[in-house]
């Protein structure tokens, strides 16, 4: 059974830190796309970074750009996402989502994704 689990959530200062992880088990990580995914207060869930395990490619929205930095650790089946320089605007339960074999590159839509994790809040306050 796929199963993803989110952990490193929490409250921080605007302008603090958080790392985040993704655990991963019960598929071979290779050949996927991990999405990271928020969905703050009143808000529609929006995408947030992606990588692709192919080649490593990995995407940011234009609102996190700079101040997320997304990767993997493939003997650990995890992928992260650090979070700097954050703002109370980045307050979110943030959900990590899976897609298996996958041959070209990281889809951004979440009804692409087949497996999600639980989630976990991150509170920015001001």
Known sequence: EVQLVESGGGLVQAGGSLRLSCAASGFTFDDYAIGWFRQGPEKEREGVSYIFSGDGTTYYADSVKGRFTISSDVAKNTVYL????????????????????VVAGAPKGELDYDYWGPGTQVTVSS
């Open 82 to 101: 650090q979070m700097t320089n954050l703002k109370p605007e980045d307050t979110a339960v943030y959900y990590c989502a899976g897609l298996l074999g």
